[in-house]
């Protein structure tokens, strides 16, 4: 058996390519093997920051020989069939073909044809050039004057089969059975013929640690030891690890030390620095859990002076990377958050939904009023959600996105401080550093920073505080859940209005596409609902948030804002009228044209900084001649005359729907879609989620009762009354069913007790009512498993009518009496669910 | 292939940038002299970005001061500076040991490649103004970027062939690191020996601070409109004319005014993407111009 040895050695491919080209040259090559009709042993894929390799042994040196039989026409058949059968198999002469015999059909011929196996050197020569033409990189590049594409410039080829190179060429690089070493801690070339001398050499001589595998172990050992050899712990991060192996051939850990002063920047701030731009692990004091001044670092050389200089030099790295951090944070927490706020309305959530400021106005308002639902002041609720995006704007979420909202949250607490409301404990001292060096604050904006601190306690501000950094929460099915009464309402209000925007638009998951993570908002509602106990209807705060998505009327901010950041883009401005106008048109039948177009000359009129003429006078409609909006306007109706709200409306004429049909349409839809994140959360929890849709068909909205009812059906289900009963009403249902097609009629209505004539009927007709006026009054209560018991008492009656009683008489109006009985127990049973949607 | 080794380190920051032109020239690059047009970034010479274009081969290198209005701290941060230098090399086609040359320059000026971590750390290039992208890596030197290294793939929205392999140096920065210096101020801009040693502070100090009160308090909007406006139907003009030299000089004038007018904080996102695109259709229908004239002239 032997043994096959190929590395693709090139300059350095990116870190996070490697592992899934590793896996998919693997895959590549091994299929090839197959669909040769090759078998083969043990497979070792490796991979790093220049190489990817596979080894395969217990391959055999030729592929086997096949023979491959064709049949042929029967024996004596005519000439012409004979020729065209010689001709198909490659036959000179017919006596070249065998003759077999069949019971039934009599002799006839086959052709036999073996075909002797290859030499496995001639196969591989032909699979890899194939392999390594068609390789799937995400990013791939031509280099030189060649036209071969690979991640980076691909440099040599090590490709050796049974100790021998396998010949081939691709795009004027020659396979070969050399390979080179760390770049200078052992460059070799070195010759290989097999994977124990690949790997001898390249680990002894070459400085290369071949395996994924064991370079994360290296690099993970060594980080621990560094940190205990000084007392300290490391900040895991699989991610980081992962990228760091990708990043060097020989790992070498080195803990490098930082000035302590960057410590009073948080914790968030310091550890995505050394992540994001240095890819440095963390450490921490494991007796305070607090970040200590120090920092891992993964070089990929020994060097000679014990790795002094590597550490000087990335702690000199690390200093300006933190000091950029800490003018963004000085800058940051001395810009109020509501200045930050007003410039929200730079910024587009979704063209056709506004832009963030837009949102903020909605997302304000809906949490305002689902506040009294969830036990949050009303206020409180609304002051947070102007602030939740807010850091948006900020200098430090400008650089690490990832921190928005945890940086809301300082910035609030700052401002807390700073009012005296929150207790600070460094500012009774000096100032900070960055302060006495005159960031760029004046005292009056310093005064301004408190703004919505006003008459709030400490209380309060933390609520707003933990809010905006809460209110992106949860993130996913394992993420934490806001559960503090402000920060649920605006969660709740912020992935609401998201939602709702986004059906209005119609642009809704399909498939695995999701781009704007809509499933994972729905899933974060149902989870803050259920976690919380919150108690909504559904559908009403849903229609709530259209009416406000559709009701919030854009001039009002124009009003709120200075003329300075509200009007210096007029075009800006065009954009709402679009929005407000799609939005008009696809869910209101009103004509509201003119009053926009007054607004736009309004806007035109007051805005006094020059260039917005320019722009005006490129839009396709002129009327910056107008310095006064009665003049605009009546400028507008002299070059647009008839209607000149038409202008603006014809972009979104194709677009027109049946407008109030539409709203319902997307509600209902946006239901269902919750009711599927419903399920997909129960059945993730490992409840029953297959009777969701059987109460979720009752339309019941609130989430709470949704799961509670399940829960009680659930368990009703699998008693014995239960199950009996489902199949009562089967019964029953299936009789309804079939009689209402016989008739064209549909049974609906309460029986006529005058008419009763066995005991059986009387009896059940009797339980119905009192069962079904005590599961009244249980659902009233909330009492799902009393609802349930009282249902259960249900059974025996109806058992027995069914099996004394003959529904189709041969009276009519019995027939007809009877029929209502039946409608009775489904009208009872359907109190608690839509039991036609439960499986069987 | 034995262990690489360093020279002895450079005696002033001018030394450094001598080091790397004799290396240069001697791996045969014409050493060019800065475009003495405005530009923020050395591959904007037409010696990079225009001849990276089209059927021949071409070498060359230069140091390109380069102006970026809004980096600008009146010269009060030790990092950060609105005129700068940088070191750029182009090799058309990219030779196969491209890596090898430029790990060689390190060493050229003085970094042992056994003391220090060097790494090429994923980092693609695109240059959207000029229609141009590029696969690479940043160059890290013990965590610090040192150089951008990139094999071009398109410029002029147009794919490349022969593919030229790039390498911007930033200056400051490499002399900073080299020299152990904390503050950019301090590097010795001549040696420090000589009969008037000079700093970079002693050069480029007062220019910093000037030129920082011109880019965010001083400059004039409203002319700068003006310039723009003009700058933009000049370069449009000789496009049409078929002069893709002179039109892509305006086209780097235009997105020199508009980084004025951007660091006056006077644009808004909205208005600025729309800056950007009239840029680019500039400096693009410029570069496009000139990839079909190479191509006529080498047929």
Known sequence: MAELLLELFSEEIPARMQAKAESDLRDALTRGLTEAGVEFGEVTALSGPRRLAIAIDGLPEKSADVSEEKKGPKVGAPEQAVQGFLRGAGLTSIDQAEVRSDPKKGDFYVAVREIPGRPLEDIIAELVPQIVRGFHWPKSMRWGRGELRWVRPLQRIVCVFNGKTVEFEIDGLKSGNETEGHRVQGRGPFTVSSLDEYRTKLQQEGSVVLSREDRRLLIEEQAHKVCAEAGLELVEDKGLLEEVTGLAEWPVVILGDMDPAFLDLPGEVIQLSMRTHQKYFAVRDPKTGNLAPHFVVVANIEAKDGGKAIAAGNRKVLSARLDDARFFWDNDRNTPLEKMAGKLSTIDFKKELGTIADKVERVAALARELAPKVGADPDLAEKAARLAKADLVSEMVFEFPELQGVMGRYYALEAGKRAGVIPDAKRSGTQSAAEESGARTSSDELSGMTGFVDRLDEASVRAIADAIAMHYKPQGPSDEVPTEPVSIAVALADKLDTLVGFWAIDEKPTGSKDPFALRRAALGVVRIILENEVRLNLQDDILKTFNILISIPFADYISSRSSETALSDVEHLIRRHEFKFKLVHDFLSNENGQFDVMELAKAVHLSDVPQNYDYVRQLPIDISAANHPDEAWAFIHRNHPGEPKKYFLEDNEGAQLNLAGRTEVQRTDLLAFFADRLKQYLRDAGARYDLIDAVFALGEDDLVLIVKRVEALGAFLETEDGANLQAGYKRAVNILRAEEKKDGAEFAGTPDTSLFEQDEEKALYAAIEASSAEADAALKAEDFERAMAALAALRAPVDAFFEHIQVNAEKPELRQNRLLILNSIRDALQRVADFSKLAA | ?????????????????????????????????????????????????????????????????????????????????????QYQVILKPNPANLQDLYLNSLYEIGIDPMVHDIRFVEDDWENPTVGAWGLGWEVWCDGMEVSQYTYFQQVGGLDVFPVSGELTYGLERLAMYVFGVDNVYDLPFNDPASAVPLSYGDVFLQNEREQSAFNFELADVEMLQTWFTGCESQSKALREAGKPLPAYDYALKASHVFNLIDARGAISPTERQAFIARVRDLARGAAELWAKQEEERAA
Request: hydrophobic share 35%; glycine share 8%.
């Open chain 2, 1 to 85: 292939m034995s262990a690489p080794t360093a020279r002895e380190k450079p005696a002033s920051f001018q030394d450094l940038i001598l080091r790397l032109q004799a290396y240069w020239a001697a791996q045969g690059c014409a050493i060019l002299q800065p475009y003495d047009m405005e530009v923020g970034a050395g591959t904007l010479h037409p010696a990079t970005v225009l001849r990276a274009l089209g059927p021949k081969d071409w070498r060359a290198a230069y140091v390109q001061p380069s102006r970026r209005p809004a980096d600008g701290r009146y010269g009060e941060n030790p990092n950060r500076l609105g005129h700068y230098y």
